[in-house]
Each structure stands twice: as C-alpha cells, then as structure tokens.
C-alpha cells in the first residue's frame, strides 16, 4: 500500500488487506523474475479489469514494478 495504492485506502486502518488478493500474481511474477514492464503491466490490468479504471486513467507502474523487485524473496 505504500507505493500502489489505487484506491487511495492505505490510510485507513479497515482497509489493511484491501489488495492482498492481488499477492499471489505478484509474488509469481517475481519468482520468475519478471521484467519491471510484465510487472507494471501487471499492476495496470488489475486496476483495469478489476477496479474499473480507464486505460487513460491508469499511469504505467515502472517505479513501484522496481521497488518490488529489490523485496528478497529468500
């Protein structure tokens, strides 16, 4: 939530595991060591197809895609 948060929840304590359904798909992209572009992609299509968002309403993600990577999954 620190650094996607689309719906503008991450201030609100009810919220704490609004995206956690989303982990799964993430997490798998960064075992198999997707690219930032397949992980901003990633992150574009959920607010796309499942939050309703406008492809013009959707910014690429290529910050919080490299953030992510740089998580140890070890």
Do not use: F, N
């Not at 574009?44 to 992510?68: C, F, N, W």
């Amino acid at each position: 939530m620190t650094y996607w948060d689309p719906i503008g929840v991450k201030d609100e304590p009810m919220a704490a595991d609004e995206y956690d359904g989303y982990i799964g798909g993430i997490y798998e992209l960064l075992t198999s060591k997707a690219t930032s572009r397949e992980i901003s992609d990633h992150l574009r299509e959920i607010e796309i197809k499942r939050m309703g968002y406008s492809e013009e309403q959707v910014p690429q993600h290529l910050d919080v895609a490299e953030t992510l990577k740089e998580i140890s999954l070890d």
